[in-house]
DNA sequence: CCTTGACCTGGAGCAACTCCAGGCTGGTAG
DNA sequence: CTACCAGCCTGGAGTTGCTCCAGGTCAAGG
């Protein structure tokens, strides 16, 4: 899958998804013998919970803490549950002032 | 009063008043002889409103227009309104999907 | 008279994108 | 075969909304 589909299938833009890559948020993607992207399912299942994370407001800071645990293969999930765990009270917080 | 305590009750940062003055979203404030800002009672009721939009997340852009429409000693409250009302969709919107 | 603290300005730095110019490539149309 | 076009590429500049910093002024206290 190309860069145009992937955005529309993850909801990032295209731009986002280059610069996601660019700052290490994503796994460098694989390349097709023109140079181009190739998005793998995985890819874009994970640029998919990206997405949710960014559109609750979820700094890139601990997007990328987050990225970094799950791209490790640690099987302690502890941190990324921390995180998790930490953002929700930040979102109850944000809604309670709603 | 000077900019450190009007800081501490509109709730905007002695950066951020000075930068909002800057780009025009509080008129120019008075100043002492000594060149200082001396912020009136209005001064801090308006920095406090626009703390609160703010805080909301409404867009400079927004915050600029209603700061604009107020400044200009219209009655008619229309845009005001217009943009409230624009904003409080939002709001909504932001709420439920919370 | 010297220091201290609060204030001043202009400008750099930061987060998180977004947009743009200039260049390649693969597929289709003439 | 060649010309063209869409879609992709990169590096870098621009945007929003602040925040921080260096270097300077001024009034008041010791």
Known sequence: MRISEASE???LSVDTIRYYEKIGMLAPIRRGSDGQRRFS?????WMTQLNWLRQTGMPQADMRAFAVSVHSGTKDTSERYAILLRHRT???????EL
């Open 41 to 45: 399912k995985d890819d874009i299942n």
């Open 9 to 11: 299938t993850s909801g």
């Open 90 to 96: 930040v979102l109850d917080q944000r809604r309670r």
